[in-house]
């Protein structure tokens, strides 16, 4: 990794970073942010999801890598680390950020549900934000990460759940705030599904209430399920949380538009993950 930032390389990298497109806005080296339109925030981000500071000699898989903020933070904290993304990494920043870092992090440009194709189960932790509900399968993405974690390897990940809001298909948002915060923190496993569009983005899919997410989980062979909302560590969901804390935080989202995010963790079984329709015994 870059140590020493001299005037000559500062200009350099400047210059370097001017010539491709951002999507994250991140201190790739101290005093130079890259320019993009979504702010990021690794170390917080891994602070709150309680991911150790050192990750010597851990294998760890980053989905959804973009320009890399997140898998150039784990390998400064000593982890071996493969980023995956659909994007070419020479658009988006990620190689531009790589050379900057002299990092050794490995891009491979494929998708989450071939994650199979490239890995064995040899992680020890993966890290997937801002990734689940933009996903036309989101099982299947599941599934995947868990074919290449480890037995007892941990998924990390962040994203949106359905907490207090809620749009009509035609993008209209629904005013009915009692009936949508008590789907969203009933004990029913529920999920809002967009063909078309959700909060004017395209890309937004499937956005599951915190029941359903812990479902999709086991289901992916996931146990010990944590998911806390976006506020710190206020832990809302291992499948058994209290319907009351859920719903007067749901109210403190919505008053104080706090958006409806969660991050959380999920370690992996020793198991299958759960095929669809079991052989019929004779
Ligand atoms: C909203 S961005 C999140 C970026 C970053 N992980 C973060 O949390 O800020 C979603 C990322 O997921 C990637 N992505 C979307 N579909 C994917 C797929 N099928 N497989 C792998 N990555 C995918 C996008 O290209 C994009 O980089």
Known sequence: MLDKITDQNHEEILHMINKVKWY????????????????AFPKRLFKRMELPDDLSGLNI????????????????????????D???????????????????????????YDLSDYFDEQFDIVIFAGVFYHLKHPMLAFEQISNVLKTTGTLFFEGECFAHYAENTEGKKIRNYLL???????????TLFYSDSFQNDKNNWYIPNVECLTEWLKTAGFTKI?????????????GRSKFIRKFILSIYHFLFKQGQRVIGSAVKMDGVVKIEHGIIEK
């Open 180 to 190: 949508l915060i008590m789907l969203a923190h009933s004990k029913i496993p529920a």
């Open 61 to 84: 898989l980053e989905i959804g890598s973009w320009d890399g903020p997140y898998s150039f933070e784990l390998e400064s904290r000593g982890a071996n680390v493969v980023a995956i």
């Open 226 to 238: 944590r998911i806390c909302s976006n506020l710190g560590n206020t832990f809302i969901g291992d």
């Open 24 to 39: 994250h806005k991140y201190e790739i080296v101290p005093g130079v942010i890259t320019p993009g339109q979504c702010p």
């Open 86 to 112: 659909i994007h070419d990494p020479s658009t988006t920043g990620f190689n531009t950020a790589k050379k900057i870092l002299n990092s050794n992090v490995q891009y491979i440009r494929t998708s989450v």
